[in-house]
C-alpha cells in the first residue's frame, strides 16, 4: 500500500511556472512507475506525464511536451512534474498516481494509488 501526499500548486499567470511535489510512503518506491494527471472541471482525467520504475524512461502527453518535466528522487521518495510556460487551458487539478511495477502506462484505470491533488489556475 501507498500513500501519497501532492502538494505545489497554486495561481499563476500565463507563461508562468509551477513546481508540483509528490511525497510518497510505504510501497516499493523505487520499482513503481509514477505519474501525473489532470482533471479540469467537465472534463475526463488526463495523462500527463509519467516516469518508470527502477530507472525506467519518462514520456509525456503531447501538450506537456516541452514545457513539463517530470523527475523522481528515490531517496527522498518523492516525485515532481516542472511546469513551465503554462497556459490557461492547463488549469485543472493535478493528481500523482503510482502503480507497482515500472511499466510505461497512461491510462489513469491503470494505477491503485493516488493523491488527494492539488489545483493548478493560470490566468490570462
Known amino acids: 500500500q501507498m500513500e501519497l501526499v501532492d502538494s505545489g500548486g497554486g495561481l499563476v499567470q500565463a507563461g508562468g511556472s509551477l513546481r508540483l511535489s509528490c511525497a510518497a510512503s510505504?510501497?516499493?518506491?523505487?520499482?513503481?512507475?509514477l505519474a501525473w494527471f489532470r482533471q479540469a472541471p467537465g472534463k475526463e482525467r488526463e495523462f500527463v506525464a509519467i516516469?518508470?520504475?527502477?530507472?525506467?524512461?519518462?514520456r509525456y502527453s503531447f501538450f506537456a511536451e516541452g514545457r513539463f518535466t517530470i523527475s523522481r528522487d528515490n531517496a527522498k521518495s518523492a516525485v515532481y512534474l516542472q511546469m513551465s510556460n503554462l497556459k490557461p487551458e492547463d488549469t485543472a487539478v493535478y493528481y500523482c498516481?503510482?502503480?507497482?511495477?515500472?511499466?510505461?502506462?497512461?491510462?489513469?484505470?491503470?494505477?491503485?494509488?493516488w493523491g488527494r491533488g492539488t489545483q493548478v489556475t493560470v490566468s490570462s
Open positions: 498516481a503510482a502503480r507497482n511495477g515500472g511499466f510505461i502506462l497512461t491510462d489513469w484505470r491503470d494505477y491503485p494509488y
Open positions: 516516469i518508470g520504475g527502477s530507472g525506467g524512461g519518462a
Open positions: 510505504g510501497g516499493t518506491f523505487y520499482s513503481s512507475a
